[in-house]
Nanobody, 124 residues
Framework: QVQLVESGGGLVQAGGSLRLSCAAS????????MGWFRQAPGKERELVVAISRGGGTTYYRGPVKGRFTISRDNAKNTVYLQMNSLKPEDTAIYYC?????????????????WGQGTQVTVSS
């Protein structure tokens, strides 16, 4: 069982930055692929970024490439999402999720553990 707690969301103007953190419980954090999903009102939940168990492989959704950076610290059981040059279309609830598989996948159903979500609002 893994419990995930996100923090760092908030309201920011377009062009600004936010850093999200996701703290995980348990001693097996390093055995999970970690992802950040987001869900805007009326839209499906989508994978934004993901990182492999050791941190050597990452995935970025097209619209966030060059603006968002995912990283993890397995010693601290924490995954981070640095978001720069934020745009109004980045507004959504952001969820941290853990996948026990080996490979990064974009399918939400493959992620067994989820945080409660943190709101990110970007004003124009």
């Amino acid at each position: 069982q893994v419990q995930l707690v996100e923090s760092g969301g908030g309201l920011v103007q377009a062009g600004g930055s936010l850093r999200l953190s996701c703290a995980a419980s348990g001693r097996t954090f390093g055995s999970y692929v970690m992802g950040w999903f987001r869900q805007a009102p009326g839209k499906e939940r989508e994978l934004v970024v993901a990182i492999s168990r050791g941190g050597g492989t990452t995935y970025y959704r097209g619209p966030v490439k060059g603006r968002f950076t995912i990283s993890r610290d397995n010693a601290k059981n924490t995954v981070y999402l640095q978001m720069n040059s934020l745009k109004p279309e980045d507004t959504a609830i952001y969820y941290c999720a853990a996948n026990a598989g080996v490979l990064i996948t974009t399918t939400p159903d493959r992620y067994a553990y989820w945080g409660q979500g943190t709101q990110v609002t970007v004003s124009s």
